[in-house]
């Protein structure tokens, strides 16, 4: 699947527009199954948002589902927010089971034990990690030593200052590495890109940023041999949803409401109009 320009293309941001619209619109058809084994704050936001985009969630957590239920699914998700010790032979199960996967290390510096958890799964080649600065700075140093301005699940970091250490761990794990924050940058180790679309008001709704890892994993599923374009077109369209949703709420409550409206409106139109994806130097 292309954005509907040749392979030679050069990737300028109309190109970008254009993946985006052709990857949501490949969601919207195709209807991704996609298990989530998240934390349980995220449960419903992260579900909410996967059928504004299209997708099917689903949010199974029993390590004995998984081996009749993951191989079915079309990605999974897997995110530590709240993680029970007795929750990760789940997650290494589900992420083992064969499937395009995607892990969010949500306040990976908070213990020793979630960063050897996150490490763990890291072992288990996720297509995409995607965290705030602050967690992919810390899982890039593979450490738990909080700073002293730790803020738990939220980042206490900008997205640029956490580009080479993204860079750095998507090299030494293989993943695609996805920095959140007020430009999100995505890379494979080489090369970065630059999603400018969102608003800071999405840091005020709690699990925004678990709803977007579950969102890359549908698309991932859509496109499990470029995991680096469908985290790119994801984080665009969930933050230009953010956008659009921006412009009828009145705070972070009604933020929520209407940006899961206007993921599920967005049309053509608006996608190859609004969505902001650059090549970064
Ligand atoms: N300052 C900002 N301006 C615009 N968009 C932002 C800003 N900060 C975050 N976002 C957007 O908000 C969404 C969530 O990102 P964030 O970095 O807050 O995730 P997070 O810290 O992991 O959240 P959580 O753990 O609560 O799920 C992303 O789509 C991101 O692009
Ligand atoms: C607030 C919070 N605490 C653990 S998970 C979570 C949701 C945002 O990551
Ligand atoms: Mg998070």
């Not at 699947?1 to 190109?15: F, H, I, L, N, T």
């Not at 449960?43 to 689903?58: E, F, Q, W």
């Not at 288990?124 to 899982?139: D, F, H, Q, T, Y």
């Not at 496109?223 to 994801?234: K, R």
């Amino acid at each position: 699947m292309d954005g509907g320009v040749g392979a030679k293309e050069e990737r300028d941001p109309a190109w970008w527009r254009r993946r985006a619209w052709s990857l949501l619109s490949a969601v919207r058809a195709r209807a991704p199954l996609v298990q989530c084994i998240t934390n349980l704050v995220s449960m419903d936001i992260a579900a909410n948002a996967l059928l504004a985009a299209g997708a099917s969630p689903a949010m199974l957590h029993s390590l004995r589902e998984v081996p009749d239920f993951t191989p079915r699914c079309d990605a999974v998700c897997i995110n530590v927010g709240t993680l029970f010790e007795d929750w990760l032979p789940s997650m290494r199960a589900a992420a083992s089971a064969g499937r395009p996967w995607v892990l969010d290390p949500v306040a990976a510096a908070a213990s020793g034990f979630r960063m050897e958890a996150c490490l763990d799964l890291l072992g288990l080649r996720p297509a995409v990690v995607r965290g705030n600065a602050s967690e992919i700075l810390a899982l890039a140093a593979r450490s738990a030593a909080a700073s002293s301005n730790f803020k738990g699940a939220d980042s206490s970091h900008d997205s640029v200052d956490a580009i080479e250490a993204a860079k750095a761990l998507a090299l030494s794990s293989g993943a695609v590495v996805a920095v959140s924050g007020a430009v999100d940058f995505i890379t494979d180790g080489k090369r970065v890109v630059g999603v400018s679309n969102g608003v800071p008001m999405m840091q005020k709704i709690t699990a925004t940023g678990c709803a977007v890892t579950a969102i890359i994993a549908a698309f991932v599923a859509m496109e499990p041999s470029d995991a680096l374009d469908a985290a790119v077109c994801a984080l665009a369209i969930f933050g230009l949803a953010g956008e659009i949703g921006m412009e009828s709420a009145k705070g972070p409550a009604s933020l929520r409401m209407h940006l899961i409206d206007s993921l599920y409106c967005l049309d053509e139109e608006t996608v190859t109009s609004r969505v902001k994806i650059s090549l970064r130097p």
